[in-house]
């Protein structure tokens, strides 16, 4: 975990992205990264949900990876360890 924590810091350093990096602004990314997860599921019956095309798949994972990165860089930012929180929760 730690390293892609650092490796996300580092990406947002290079393009001078942490300027934009603010909690809210995390948030509002994150959220809209799970919508974008939402939309693959949308008017799919239980058991597509299970067996979704390759290339949708392919979508999904990136879209699970999009909100793993602002899930990071969000509690990176708020100096949360996110496996402890969920061990705490």
Do not use: C
């Not at 992205?17 to 509002?28: C, G, I, R, T, Y």
């Not at 990264?33 to 599921?41: G, K, N, T, Y």
């Not at 019956?45 to 979704?52: A, H, S």
Request: charged fraction near 35%; charge should be negative.
């Amino acid at each position: 975990m730690q390293d892609l924590i650092e490796q996300l810091r580092e990406f947002a350093d290079e393009r001078d992205w942490d300027q934009f990096h603010s909690p809210k602004n995390l948030a509002m990314a994150l959220s809209v990264e799970v919508a974008e997860i939402l939309e693959h599921f949308q008017w799919l019956t239980q058991e597509q949900t299970t067996k979704l095309k390759p290339e949708e798949f392919a979508k999904l994972k990136e879209e699970i990876g999009d909100v793993l990165i602002y899930l990071t860089r969000l509690a990176d930012k708020l100096g949360i360890d996110p496996l402890e929180a969920a061990k705490e929760k």
